[in-house]
Structure formats: structure tokens, C-alpha cells
């Protein structure tokens, strides 16, 4: 089936031509590169089918900032909460750069505020230092911001990454390869612990070096990571406790910065609790219940989506801006 999907994901490739491929590198990726002339950090993803009543107050935000293929422009804000918000001036990450490589380049996910193409810049130099080839780069933003499609409730404002635990390889990823090949999951399956054939220290120092940044208030990653952390750390602790333990997050971790000063609308979480959130806090994560939730019986209501009204009032003219 994977087999399948990669030909039909090359076929359109061929067929829509310079709008949609990009490569370069290896044969693969220079053969994708003669039919490629978009400019770097630019994607021209297929848009949206148009909404029957674009006004409507009853249609789900998501719907609409999804339909945003350009960024609002003016000074770079942040707006409203992690989880409740959009953002203006947005800037999009290259595909390519020194000491990183963007994947699931279909989404249009790889847009930020400059602060925080600035820390993937920083990290993935700092990177390099402590044995990590490069970053892998998951989700930022999208242009606008704002809720998605599908697979998140944050990365809304634009300060926000997900950085996989796949170091980037030697050479540029192909088109396919950045949309079809998966990061590693460092977790065994019982989820009690890291997977001793996957993690190495270079794990643990990427990480680090990201919790270290002074920008960065808190990285998510699953329980079992953060427990080997708390293990490994030794007498250098003090990072540990911008890392916070969350459901999933065993193939990548989430970066999340602190709201730029110059954005008097963006809202910052709470600081993180005192300590290294290791110990009893983290032995919570492990009770069965809570490691291994059981599913709900019956269908599931997702209940109500978030409509405009529910963002910032500023959000209303960032999407409905052209």
C-alpha cells in the first residue's frame, strides 16, 4: 500500500509540474528539480474548495484560515493563546537550509513569527555542536495561523515547532521522501521507557539544547522520554523543567516559545512549576489508566468547533483580510 501511495504521490508530482515539486541533492532529487522553479520556502499547496457562505458565523475557524495561502502583512504578531489565536507579518521557514529540512511539505504548516525561525536557526546550529546532523521540521504554522484542519489544538500563533526525533540526513530529501518517510518512535510499545536500539545521548543533548534556549518556555515530549531525561540528567538539571510530559510525542517534540514583546495581544501560559518534574509528578503519567487510556464506549462527540467568535477579535480581520 506504501508502495502505491509514494507512485500516486510521484505521478502528481510529474503532472503539476513547477507549482508542486522541488529537490535537489541527490539523482532523485535533481531529477524532481528540472521541473521545479518555486522559490524557496513557498509551496503553492492545492487550495480549498470555496465555502458555500464564506460569512457564516456558524463556520469552523479552521475552515477559514485554512484557505489562507498568504501570509497578512504588516509587523510580525502573535495573537491570542497557543491554542486561540492567528498571527500577522508571518514569515515561511526555506525548505532547505544549513541545518534543517522541512517535511509534509503538502500541509503549508512551515510559517512562523521571525523569533521563531530565528530559534530553528540557533538550534539547528547548536545542533551540529552536540552530535545532531540537523532538524527534521514538523509543524510550525500556518500563514495566518489560526486553528487547523486537522491534528492540532496549538500552533496557532506562530511560535510553536514540532522537531522530529530523526536527525536530517546526509543528503536533501526528496519531495516524496519529505512527505512519506516517518520519524522514529524512540518509545517501546508498553510505553514504560525509551527504545535502547533508537535512543542515544544525542537525543538527550538536542533537547536539552532546545530547553536551554531563553526564549523556550516549555518542549513536549511523551512520559517515557521525559523519564529517561530525568535519569540521564545528573547534577545539570535545571532545563528539565521545561520539559512536560504529554500523550504522544514519542516520534517528535514540541517547541514552544515565550510571546514576543512586541506582541501586546499574544498570552503566555503560566511559568512552568518549580522543580525538575521529575519524581512523583512524572510517576502520575505511568498509572495504567492514564498510560493507557481505554477507549470511550460509543461514538464520540467532538463537540462544538471553534468559530471566530471564539478567537481574538483581531483574528476576524487577519482571515478575512485578502
Not at 184 to 189: R, T
Not at 206 to 225: L, Q, S
Not at 232 to 252: I, M, N, T, Y
Not at 264 to 277: A, S, T
Amino acid at each position: 500500500m506504501l508502495a502505491l501511495m509514494r507512485s500516486a504521490f510521484l505521478i502528481v508530482l510529474i503532472g503539476i509540474g513547477p507549482a508542486f515539486a522541488q529537490g535537489s541533492g541527490d539523482d532523485a532529487s535533481r531529477a524532481a528539480s528540472t521541473i521545479d522553479d518555486t522559490p524557496p520556502g513557498t509551496l503553492n499547496p492545492q487550495p480549498l474548495p470555496p465555502l458555500a457562505d464564506p460569512n457564516s458565523p456558524k463556520i469552523p475557524a479552521k475552515e477559514l484560515f485554512a484557505r489562507k495561502l498568504t501570509p497578512l502583512p504588516g509587523p510580525a504578531r502573535a495573537i491570542g493563546s497557543y491554542t486561540r489565536g492567528c498571527m500577522t507579518g508571518a514569515v515561511a521557514l526555506p525548505i532547505t537550509g544549513p541545518t534543517w529540512q522541512v517535511t509534509r511539505l503538502s500541509r503549508d504548516r512551515n510559517w512562523g513569527n521571525p523569533r521563531l525561525i530565528q530559534f530553528i536557526e540557533r538550534l539547528g546550529a547548536e545542533g551540529k555542536k552536540v552530535g545532531w546532523n540537523g532538524l527534521l521540521v514538523g509543524d510550525m504554522a500556518q500563514p495566518r495561523g489560526g486553528p487547523m484542519m486537522s491534528d492540532h489544538a496549538a500552533h496557532q500563533i506562530g511560535i510553536e515547532v514540532d522537531i522530529w526525533f530523526t536527525p536530517m540526513p546526509d543528503h536533501v530529501l526528496t519531495r516524496a521522501e519529505r512527505e512519506f518517510d516517518d520519524p522514529k518512535n524512540v518509545v517501546l510499545p508498553d510505553g514504560l521507557g525509551v527504545d535502547p536500539k533508537i535512543w542515544t545521548p544525542a537525543h538527550m543533548a538536542i533537547v536539552k539544547a532546545a530547553a536551554e534556549d531563553p526564549e523556550v518556555t516549555r518542549i513536549f515530549v511523551n512520559a517515557a522520554i521525559k523519564k529517561q531525561m530525568c535519569s540521564e540528567a545528573g547534577s545539570d538539571r535545571a532545563w528539565l523543567a521545561k520539559v512536560r510530559p504529554w500523550w504522544g510525542h514519542a516520534e517528535h517534540f514540541h517547541v514552544r516559545l515565550a510571546c514576543p514583546a512586541d506582541s501586546p495581544q499574544c498570552k503566555l501560559q503560566p511559568p512552568v512549576p518549580p522543580g525538575d518534574g521529575c519524581g512523583h509528578a512524572l510517576d502520575l503519567w505511568f498509572r495504567p489508566g492514564i498510560l493507557h487510556p481505554r477507549p470511550p464506549k460509543g461514538p464520540v462527540n467532538p463537540g462544538p468547533y471553534v468559530t471566530l467568535a471564539g478567537l481574538p477579535p483581531a483574528c476576524r480581520a487577519v482571515v478575512k483580510a485578502p
